[in-house]
C-alpha cells in the first residue's frame, strides 16, 4: 500500500466578543455553566452537553450508552471571574481550541469578555468550510441567552 505524505496548512480563527449584562457577576457565572449545556446544533437540533466545572473537568456530548464527543477540558476556572476551555470543541479534525469566558463587575453590572480562538487542518470540505464560517452564529446566540437569562434572574 502506498504511504501518501502531503504538507497541509493550519488555519486560525479568532472570535471575540464583549457584553454588558445588568445582573451581578455570581448570577452571570452560574448561568454560563448552565447554558454551556443547552447549545444547538445542525438544524437547531440540541447538543446534550455535560459541563464538569473543575479543573480538569470535561466538557462533552453525552449520547448515552458511553458514545459522544468530547469537546475539551476546563483548563481555568476561578469563579466567578474565568472559565477556560481548551480542546477540539466541535472540530473533528486536528484542531486544538481554547474558550475563555473573563467576567468583571462594575456598577452592579457584569461586563463579559468571551474568546475563542483556536488552530486546525482543515482539508478541503464544503461542508466543514461551512460550518466555520458558522462560529459567529454559534456563539451569538449562546452569549445573547447567557446575557438574558442572567437578567431574568
Do not use: C
Not at 496548512?9 to 448561568?31: C, M, N, Q, R, S
Not at 449545556?37 to 445542525?42: P, R, V, Y
Not at 477556560?84 to 466541535?90: D, N, Q, T
Request: no cysteine.
Amino acid at each position: 500500500m502506498p504511504v501518501i505524505v502531503s504538507e497541509q496548512v493550519i488555519h486560525t480563527l479568532e472570535f471575540l466578543k464583549e457584553e454588558e449584562i445588568a445582573a451581578p457577576i455570581d448570577i452571570v457565572f452560574e448561568t454560563i455553566l448552565e447554558e454551556m449545556e443547552q447549545l444547538d446544533g445542525a438544524g437547531g437540533v440540541p447538543l446534550p452537553l455535560k459541563l464538569e466545572p473543575w479543573p480538569g473537568g470535561r466538557w462533552y456530548r453525552d449520547l448515552g450508552n458511553n458514545a459522544g464527543h468530547w469537546w475539551g477540558a476546563v483548563q481555568a476556572i476561578k469563579p466567578p471571574s474565568l472559565l477556560e476551555i481548551s480542546g477540539p470543541l466541535f472540530m473533528s479534525y486536528p484542531a486544538i481550541s481554547n474558550v475563555q469566558y473573563r467576567l468583571t463587575e462594575e456598577n452592579g453590572a457584569t461586563r463579559l469578555k468571551f474568546t475563542h480562538r483556536a488552530m486546525a487542518y482543515i482539508a478541503y470540505d464544503p461542508q466543514i468550510g461551512e460550518n466555520l464560517k458558522k462560529v459567529e452564529s454559534g456563539w451569538g446566540p449562546l452569549l445573547e441567552r447567557i446575557k438574558a437569562a442572567s437578567v431574568k434572574k
